[in-house]
């Protein structure tokens, strides 16, 4: 229950596609959730979050949609450039902590 | 651009040593993270810190590791001693929590092998 699902757990894109990265969860008490993006040989950079009373968020060539009632979420990266290319972790706050649970990660490589 | 500073960045121990790693938060941020990020487990929470008290550490393994802040500026985490299961790449982050919801901020990391 406490787990973050996340797939695919390695996607090709062509430049300017869209790449979907999609993340389940279970525990409904989860109260943000965030996307980081890590390239090789760094930590992992917040992207973009969203809390569970939002059903989307944009920013730039990214969005977050988020499906409350079927317990998942999704990031969407418009215009994919190959500068993209990355390892993409979603992940959920436990309710009043300050702790996050990480998907598996997904490594995108977009074409140029 | 404020940054976390984990040093070293490479760690090569032979097994039973012990190791030290070392974190430097971004200044003014109050909570500290350690995570551990292997291929098998991904990325798993450690110890996290606020105000420099510990507020969790129920993901380390509470025999041969330890994690402490010091000081506002240094957050240590320890290994001893080392086994070759410790290989993993070990991140530190730091974040600004105040009751809204602050992603962190990561270091590069240590990677530390254990042969």
């Known amino acids: 229950q406490q787990q973050v699902k996340q797939s695919p757990q390695s996607l090709i894109v062509q430049k300017g596609g869209i790449s979907i990265i999609n993340c389940a969860y279970e525990n409904t008490a989860f109260d943000y959730f965030p996307w980081y993006q890590q390239f090789p040989g760094k930590g992992p950079a917040l992207l973009i979050a969203i809390r569970p009373d939002v059903s989307e968020k944009k920013e730039g060539r990214f969005t977050i949609s988020f499906n409350k009632s079927a317990k998942q979420f999704s990031l969407h990266i418009m215009d994919s450039q190959p500068g993209d290319s990355a390892t993409y972790f979603c992940?959920?706050?436990?309710?009043?902590?300050?702790?996050?649970?990480f998907g598996t990660g997904t490594r995108l490589k977009v074409l140029a | 651009d404020a940054r976390v500073t984990q040093t070293p960045r490479h760690k090569v121990t032979e097994m039973g040593q012990e190791v030290t790693m070392r974190c430097q938060p971004i200044?003014?941020?109050?909570?500290v993270f350690w995570y551990r990020q292997t291929m098998m487990q991904g990325l798993e929470l450690l110890a996290y810190f606020r105000n420099r008290a510990p507020l969790d550490d129920s993901g380390m393994p509470k025999d041969r590791f330890s994690a402490e802040m010091p000081d506002a500026t240094l957050a240590t985490l320890k290994i001893q001693p080392s086994e070759p299961r410790d290989s993993a790449v070990y991140f530190c982050a730091s974040g600004l929590t105040s009751g809204s919801n602050y992603g962190y901020t990561f270091g590069s990391g240590t990677r530390l092998t254990v042969v």
């Open positions: 200044l003014g941020h109050n909570t």
């Open positions: 992940a959920a706050r436990f309710p009043g902590t300050y702790k996050y649970i």
